[in-house]
């Protein structure tokens, strides 16, 4: 089982429709969250952190269920420039010290229609 | 503007040849790190620096290598050694790595071609 993994997609949505991601992790002792937003040929942009039970931010809400070990993002009212692809990373502690690993997702490719 | 800068934003690379990536910020963060980005594959982390004077290997430093001497700047050097250096390079920042909250933030990323 890969340590964490996304849907690819793509989904492709109408302007307006309610779409949600999924991203599942197989280690236990993941502690932090984040959804990044990546852009065709840019760089990543941090979208949402997610914390303990999730959050808001507009019209995006990330929950966080530890019992199944995944993340979603939701995304309601989309719009046109909400096309990107998503990613999921996630921050877990490899051992009793400090060290912790980032690992990210392949990203799930999102596409809202006129 | 406080943020993070690459260059340059294309590079080609001869066979054999070392080249070198750019990367600087002024941000204040303490932790750097490099990835390397692949059609089709996740961000692979290729050498991350905790302060500076001080750098770890990633998951795939094998034909790469960096310096830490200033705070704001930790530079990426592709070395012949590198077999399939094709990619997307992306250097990021944090305020600190031994934090779990701490989110990073990306420049925009230089993509190098080989000739």
Redesign the interface.
Known sequence: RKE?EQDPGPFNVPEGATVAFNCTYSNSAS??F?WYRQDC??????LM?V?SSGNEDGRFTAQLNRASQYISLLIRDSKLSDSATY?CVV???LNAG?N?K??????TSLAVNP | DGGITQSPKYLFRKEGQNVTLSCEQNLNHDAMYWYRQDPGQGLRLIYYSQIVNDFQKGDIAEGYSVSREKKESFPLTVTSAQKNPTAFYLCASSRRLTDTSETQYFGPGTRLLVL
């Open positions: 964490v502690q932090s984040f040929r840019k760089e990543p942009k941090l952190s914390y990613l921050n877990f502690r400090n912790r980032l690992i990210w997702g392949l990203g």
